[in-house]
């Protein structure tokens, strides 16, 4: 079946009707923009009015491509025009992401994520025994510290704190083998990179 098209008052800008689906009181129109790139004509879809698309909003598009082509800049296309648009809000929600993740303490990441799967997979008595080291050493020197803010100097002086109050070296050992695995499972959730600061 033959596709009908029909000029607007825009130049460069015409549409087809959809020949069942109705937007309003009138079948939706499929817009497409014309012009010219490398000396060859182009044409590509805009939008249906009934995903907000307009003559007049077709036209600013084209507009908006034909100045690129005048100035050899990079969105020469709608097709480009996406997808760097789409590139960019990729890149917006990536630096979203970081800025919460960065907000994200190691006691908030302790009660969110750590605990609940180590309570489901560890026996009680080691449970009893991380929860004892964590509200005694942990939280009170890196508890309300970002996650990717945790530093070697910060493990030392709990290490130092820890020796100076008579705690053992396997007891050491296990509050930052405590804090190694909340670290790793940071990293597995995309909130931390890098190993351990414990490892160093």
């Not at 009707?17 to 879809?45: A, P």
């Not at 908006?64 to 890149?91: D, F, H, P, T, Y």
């Not at 396997?170 to 190694?180: F, G």
């Amino acid at each position: 079946m033959a596709v009908t098209w029909h000029k607007t008052s825009f130049l460069g800008i015409r549409y087809r009707e959809h020949v069942r689906r109705k937007h309003g009181d009138r079948f939706d129109r499929c817009y497409s923009i014309r012009y010219k790139l490398n000396g060859k004509d182009k044409e590509e879809v805009a939008g249906w009015s009934s995903e907000g698309v307009t003559p007049e909003t077709a036209f600013k598009t084209l507009s908006e491509i034909r100045e690129n082509i005048r100035k050899g800049v990079e969105s020469q296309s709608l097709a480009s025009m996406k997808r760097i648009n789409e590139e960019r809000v990729m890149e917006e929600e990536v630096a979203r992401q970081n800025r919460e993740y960065a907000r994200i303490t190691f006691s908030k990441f302790w009660e969110s994520d750590y605990l609940p799967t180590a309570e489901a997979t560890k026996t009680p008595r080691t449970m009893q025994s991380e929860k004892g080291w964590y509200k005694n050493w942990i939280c009170p020197a890196i508890g309300d510290v970002p996650l990717m803010k945790i530093t070697i100097p910060m493990l030392e002086a709990l290490v130092t704190k820890a020796i100076k109050a008579g705690k053992s070296p396997a007891t050491i050992r296990y509050i930052m083998t405590v804090i190694s695995q909340v670290w790793n499972k940071a990293a597995e959730r995309g909130i931390v990179q890098g190993d351990s600061p414990t490892r160093r």
